[in-house]
């Protein structure tokens, strides 16, 4: 038993079965946990955390669902990696590519117990996916080139996305939105000039974009409330210096008139440094950081609307919107760049007063201002709005469509069935199992939707023998329906990187054979 103890106590290993077991159990569960939120019909999941606030998160998003979960399981850990990347690659598909990679895994391990190695999986396994991968490209769709049908295919996605969250009540009226809203991207994938406000009050219908830029914050008192032709100087600079900071400066001095002297001297610089602001030719000064009610005060009989505290990304926005750029000093005006605007003033939404830009320079940015019954509503309606963003902005600039609801895996499934039979040797196996895998995922979109899978999936892959076959499950009729009609469309980026990440995660899954845990750190008494 002595020579066994290579490890420091407690540590464990799992070896040869016994971990592959344990990889494979793992990640399967992890995939079972997602795979009910898939789908139109997919539910939601309630998350709370032990925190203090035991905050509760209600979401059908996979990529949020699993990033709350601490995992002990390294296999799964992985799976959840995956749909992290995909979150922030291409923003929706989250479920999608964690259900594929337990499937696969699922399939894997029959194969494993029928003494098919490994690394002949593997390579089965990447054939396969090469295959997959080539029939979509050859399927795709791309209208680029046509304005009106590529703007009618951006919205399909867009109601195809949000068709399984929470707003797929009003997914007309969110899916104009997203598209408006990426439309004025004009091709950059950068979300951050699309702001997202959320105000509770009002139902999810009251959602409206806004063509300006709405800042979060409330006009200073004693200062105009509206503003048009607006010159903005957009900063990032203290302007707390009219009184002595006590606490880090030591100042010697014989009576309280030197006192007042210095803080008068502060005062001045003060004053001096608004001047120079002032010289600008500005009538609105928007500060990073706080503005005391001195410099406040001469700003206000200078006519200028000063905004202190803009949170920070609200600033770059600002700046990215107005056209200015942030200064942090102002010797020199002719260098600045300053922001201009039709008109600023203050507007009510729910309760809040907020601060209103129209007319902006950029008319690439915009402002989504969400209402609904409550913060969950609105964490989740936020999240599903930001699925629909990513896959837009994406698909804007790689405009190749595929149809959805089950469409692409079924066409995929049938030529790597194809590929299974030319194959020879026990590599066939596996390209067999992939297909298998793929049609796991209309699968379980019937699942989800209380239909008959089995049937439905037979039904939908005997349709798939006839040639340019559009047939996909129509959850809502609870039968086999046709994509196209229906206007049911996903990016092929998404559809891609479901595919190759999935594929990749197994792989790694399936390469592990040992899994050693390092033993805990023993925490010393320290009485």
């Not at 200015?324 to 309760?351: Q, R, W, Y």
Request: contains cysteine.
């Amino acid at each position: 038993m002595a020579i066994d103890r290579i490890f420091k106590d407690e540590a464990s290993e799992e070896k040869g079965e016994r971990a592959r077991m344990a990889s494979f159990i793992g990640a399967m569960a992890i995939a079972d946990l997602v795979k009910t939120t898939l789908g139109p019909k997919g539910m939601d999941k309630i998350l709370q955390s032990t925190g203090r606030g035991r905050e509760v998160t209600v979401t059908n998003d996979g990529a949020t669902i699993l990033k709350s979960l601490h995992i002990d399981n390294p296999a799964a850990k992985v799976l959840v990696d995956i749909s992290k990347v995909q979150d922030d690659e291409v923003g929706d598909g989250t479920t999608s590519v964690v259900v594929l990679a337990g499937e696969l895994l699922r399939e894997a391990e029959k194969l494993v117990n029928a003494k098919i190695h490994p690394m002949t999986i593997i390579s089965g396994y990447r054939m396969a996916a090469e295959c997959a991968r080539d029939v979509l490209l050859q399927r795709v769709v791309d209208n680029k080139e046509d304005a009106e049908k590529f703007k009618s295919d951006l919205m399909k996605i867009a109601r195809t996305t949000l068709s399984s969250k929470i707003l797929s009540q009003d997914k007309e009226h969110f899916a104009q939105l997203a598209v408006d809203a990426v439309m004025r991207l004009k091709g950059s994938t950068n979300l951050e000039s699309i702001q997202i406000i959320k105000k509770p009050g009002g139902s999810l219908k009251d959602s409206f974009l806004d063509e300006g830029f709405i800042l979060d914050k409330k006009i200073g008192i004693g200062q105009p409330k509206r503003i048009e032709n607006a010159k903005i100087l957009v900063a990032n600079t203290a302007m707390d210096t009219d009184k002595v900071k006590i606490y880090g400066a030591r100042v010697r001095v014989d009576s309280m008139s030197k006192v007042a002297e210095i803080e008068g001297a502060e005062k001045e610089k003060m004053r001096e440094k608004v001047q120079k602001i002032i010289a600008h030719g500005i009538n609105c000064f928007i500060n990073r950081q706080l503005i005391y009610n001195f410099p406040e005060e001469l700003f206000a009989d200078a006519g200028i609307l000063a905004i202190e505290h803009a949170d920070f990304e609200g600033i770059e926005r600002l700046g990215l919107v107005t056209g200015g750029e942030i200064a942090s000093t102002f010797d020199n005006p002719e260098s600045v760049k300053l922001g201009h605007c039709k008109l600023i003033e203050e507007i009510m939404i729910g309760e809040d007063k907020l601060i209103h830009f129209s007319g902006c320079e950029l008319g690439q940015a915009c402002t989504i201002v969400l209402r609904g019954a409550s913060h969950h509503v609105l964490d989740e309606a936020e999240r599903s709005l930001h699925d629909a963003l990513c896959v837009l902005s994406q698909t804007v600039n790689d405009s190749r469509v595929l149809l959805g609801g089950g469409w692409p895996e079924m066409v995929m499934a049938k030529e790597v069935d194809e590929l299974a039979r030319k194959t020879p040797g026990k590599k066939s196996h596996a390209i067999e199992a992939f297909s298998r895998a793929l049609v796991s995922i209309p699968t379980t979109i019937a699942d989800n939707a209380g239909l008959d899978s089995a049937e439905l999936v037979a039904k939908l892959r005997a349709e798939h023998h006839k040639e340019g076959c559009t047939a996909g499950i129509d959850v809502i009729s609870g039968s086999v329906g046709d994509m196209a009609e229906l206007g049911i469309s996903e990016a092929f980026k998404v559809k891609q990187a479901v595919l190759l990440s999935a594929t990749e995660a197994a792989e790694m899954i399936l390469r592990v054979d040992e899994i050693i845990t390092c033993a805990p750190r023993r925490r010393e008494d320290r009485m």
